[in-house]
C-alpha cells in the first residue's frame, strides 16, 4: 500500500488532470473542429449514485469546465416500469454536493420522446424499421452468437405502411405490453450483434412520472442516447467501456437520421472498488433486503452513504483525480480511496478525545469533590484552531484496550505499576486492578503526580505513552457506530448470490462510549477526530438524550491491515 500511495501522491500533483479523453477534446478544440467542449452526466433515475459516477460526473463536469463549455445533467429516464422522483431529487442533490452545477442544463430523456417517436417513423419510411410481432424468446432463438449469423425474422419484409399502420397503434394502445417492438433493420449477419436489428421501442403500458400515461410504448437506451446528444450539442458523449460494442449503433442513428448535431461518443474504463460492488442492482437489492438501513446507509458506496458517514466532497474529487482516466478496466485498493479521506481530514478535522469502551480510574491521591480545567490543543498543526478546557477529576475514563494486567514485552501503556502521561494532563502510576466476581477488570486505582501538570516531569523522567482520557463526570456518554468493509473479499461477486459476501461484521455498535461535552453540538457529516482513534461524525439518529457517533474513517489503512492478517494466516 505504501508505495501505491506514494506513486498516487506523486500522481495527484497540482496540476490540472491530463488523460486520453481530454488530448481527444484538446485536439478537437486546437484543430478548430468545436469552439467549447460541451458534455454530459446522463443517470437513470433507477437508483442512487455511487463513487463509479462520481468518477463519470467529476470527468464529464471537469471537461467542461477545463474547456470553456457545458455539462448537462439528463435524465435518461426512458423505463417507467423502474424508474421514480426519489431518484431524481437524490441524484441532482449528489451531484450539487460533490461541487457541480448544470446551470440551466437540466434536461431529460423524455422531453424528446416526440422527436425520438418522428424520427422513428422517419426510419420506418425509409424502409430501416420494422414491426416485429416475435416474442422475446422468438427473438433470442434468431440473434445469432457471436460466432453463428443471425436470422431474418418471419416480419422483417413488412411493407411500410403495415409497419407505420401498426407502431402508430402501438403508441395508441391498442396492444398488451410485450406484444410487437419496433427493430432497425440493420443486419442479421453483422459481427456486431447490436447490429441485429436492435430493439428501437418496447410496449409498456405504464406511467412515467414526467409524461404521465401519453405513452404506451418507449424508446431504448440505444434509441434514445445518441439522439438526444445530437438534440442537445453534446460534442463528447463519454460513457464507459461496455458501450464500445454499442458505438457503430450510436453512429449508425446518427448517420441514418436527420438529427441537428453529430456527436461521438468516447469511453472510459469503469471504476471498481476492492471490497466493494459499484452496481445499482447490487445496491438496490442490498436496501430492499434490509441488508443496509437505506441508500444512505453509512456502510453504502453511494454519494448519500458516502456524505452521510462524514467523507467530505473534496476527497472524493481528489481521490477520482488520482486514479486518473484509462481506457483498461482495473480494480483500485480501497485504501487508496480512505487515503484521500484521511489526507482531507487530518488537515480540517479537530482534534477531540473520546472513549469508546470505558475503564474506570480512580485517582486515589487527587481530593475528593476538587477538579480542574486543562487546555487542550484543538489543532496541532493549526494554532488558530485554538484550544479548549476538560476537566480533570478523582475519577476519570480510559480505553479498555490502554490496560493490560499482564503486558506482554512491547505494552507500554497501562499496567500495575506503570506510570503514563494522560493527554494534556499528569503522569499517572497503576497501583493495582480492581475485579469483579467474574474476574474482570471493572476499576483502576492510581495515583498522580502534581508535579508533572500539563505532561512534564520536573526531574526529567520519561514515559512511554501518552493516553487519552476522560472525566467520569463532566464527560457525555454516547453510542458510537464503527464500520467496517461491507463485503469480507477484496472482489466480492456482483452476481445472484451476491449476500454470500456480506461481511456480518461491517456494523458494530458500543453503547457506553463517552465522549467530550464540546461534540454535543458538533454539526452532522463534518468530522472531528477522536484522538489516536479516527475521524468521528455526529450523526442525524442523534437525540439531545442519545449523542450518535459513526466512525467515517480509522487513522490506519484498513486494508493494508487486512492484507498483514492474511499474511500471518497464511493465506
Ligand atoms: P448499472 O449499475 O445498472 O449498470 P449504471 O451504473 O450504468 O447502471 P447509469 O445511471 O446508466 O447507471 O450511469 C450513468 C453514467 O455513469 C453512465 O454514463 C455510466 O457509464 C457511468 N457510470 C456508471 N457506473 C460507473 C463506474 N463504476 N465508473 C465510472 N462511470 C460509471
Ligand atoms: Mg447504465
Known amino acids: 500500500m505504501a508505495t501505491d500511495e506514494k506513486a498516487a501522491g506523486a500522481a495527484a500533483g497540482e496540476g490540472p488532470a491530463r488523460d486520453f479523453i481530454r488530448d481527444i477534446v484538446k485536439a478537437d478544440i486546437d484543430a478548430g473542429r468545436i469552439k467549447a467542449a460541451v458534455t ?23 471537461i467542461a469546465e477545463e474547456f470553456g463549455g457545458d455539462c448537462h445533467l439528463r435524465f435518461d429516464d426512458t423505463n417507467p416500469a423502474r424508474e421514480a422522483q426519489e431518484y431524481i431529487d437524490a441524484i441532482e442533490r449528489d451531484v450539487r454536493w460533490l461541487g457541480f452545477d448544470w446551470g440551466r442544463n437540466l434536461h431529460y430523456a423524455s422531453d424528446y420522446f416526440e422527436r425520438l417517436y418522428g424520427w422513428a417513423e422517419d426510419l420506418i419510411r425509409a424502409g430501416k424499421a420494422y414491426v416485429d410481432d416475435q416474442t422475446q424468446d422468438e427473438m433470442r ?12 425474422s418471419p416480419f422483417r419484409g413488412r411493407s411500410v405502411d403495415e409497419n407505420l399502420d401498426l407502431f402508430r397503434r402501438m403508441r395508441a394502445g391498442e396492444f398488451p405490453n410485450g406484444a410487437r417492438v419496433l427493430r432497425a433493420k440493420i443486419d442479421m449477419s453483422s459481427g456486431n450483434i447490436n447490429l441485429r436489428d436492435p430493439v428501437l421501442y418496447r410496449i409498456l403500458n405504464a406511467p412515467h412520472p414526467r409524461t404521465g400515461t401519453a405513452w404506451h410504448i418507449y424508446p431504448s437506451y440505444d434509441f434514445a442516447h445518441g439522439q438526444s446528444d445530437a438534440i442537445e450539442g453534446i460534442t463528447h458523449s463519454v460513457c464507459t467501456l461496455e458501450f464500445e460494442d454499442h458505438r457503430p449503433l450510436y453512429d449508425w442513428f446518427i448517420a441514418n437520421l436527420n438529427v441537428p448535431s453529430k456527436p461521438h461518443q468516447y469511453e472510459f474504463a469503469r471504476l471498481n472498488l476492492t471490497y466493494t460492488v459499484l452496481s445499482k442492482r447490487v445496491l438496490t437489492e442490498l436496501v430492499r433486503g434490509g441488508h443496509v438501513g437505506g441508500w444512505d446507509d453509512p456502510r453504502m458506496p453511494t454519494i448519500a452513504g458516502l456524505r452521510r458517514r462524514g467523507v467530505p466532497a473534496a476527497a472524493i474529487r481528489d481521490f477520482i483525480k488520482r486514479i486518473g482516466v484509462a481506457k483498461a478496466n482495473s480494480l483500485v485498493d480501497a485504501g487508496m480511496f480512505e487515503f484521500s479521506v484521511r489526507e482531507a481530514l487530518n488537515k480540517t478535522a479537530l482534534r477531540r478525545m473520546a472513549v469508546l469502551k470505558p475503564l474506570r480510574i480512580v485517582i486515589e491521591n487527587y481530593p475528593e469533590g476538587k477538579s480542574e480545567e486543562l487546555d487542550a490543543v484543538n489543532h496541532p498543526d493549526d494554532p488558530a484552531a485554538g484550544t479548549r478546557k476538560i476537566k480533570f477529576g478523582r475519577e476519570l475514563y480510559i480505553e479498555q484496550d490502554d490496560f493490560m494486567e499482564v503486558p506482554p514485552k512491547k505494552f507500554f501503556r497501562l499496567s500495575p505499576g506503570n ?13 493495582e486492578a480492581v475485579k469483579n466476581a467474574k474476574g474482570e477488570v471493572v476499576e483502576l486505582r492510581c ?4 508535579a508533572t501538570k500539563g505532561g512534564n516531569a520536573p526531574d526529567g523522567r520519561k514515559v512511554k505513552a501518552t493516553m487519552h482520557w476522560l472525566p467520569a463526570v463532566d464527560s457525555v456518554k454516547a453510542e458510537v457506530r464503527l464500520y467496517n468493509p ?19 461484521s461491517s456494523l458494530e455498535i458500543l453503547h457506553d ?48 491491515k487486512d492484507v498483514a492478517k492474511d499474511k500471518t494466516a497464511g493465506k
Open 40 to 62: 454530459r452526466f446522463p443517470p437513470e433515475p433507477n437508483g442512487y449514485l455511487h463513487i463509479g459516477h462520481a468518477k463519470s460526473i467529476c470527468l464529464n463536469f471537469g
Open 141 to 152: 432463438a434468431r440473434r445469432g452468437t457471436l460466432t453463428e449469423a443471425g436470422q431474418d
Open 419 to 431: 506510570e503514563v502521561r494522560l493527554r494534556y494532563a499528569y503522569f499517572v502510576t497503576c497501583r
Open 447 to 450: 495515583t498522580y503526580d502534581p
Open 486 to 504: 461491507l463485503f469480507n473479499k477484496p472482489d466480492p461477486s456482483g452476481g445472484e448470490n451476491f449476500t454470500a459476501d456480506l461481511n456480518p
Open 513 to 560: 462510549a463517552r465522549i467530550e461535552p464540546a461534540l454535543l453540538d458538533a454539526a452532522p457529516e463534518v468530522p472531528v477526530q477522536f484522538e489516536r482513534q479516527g475521524y468521528f461524525s455526529r450523526d442525524r439518529d442523534s437525540t439531545p438524550e442519545k449523542p450518535v457517533f459513526i466512525r467515517t474513517i480509522g487513522l490506519r489503512d484498513t486494508f493494508a
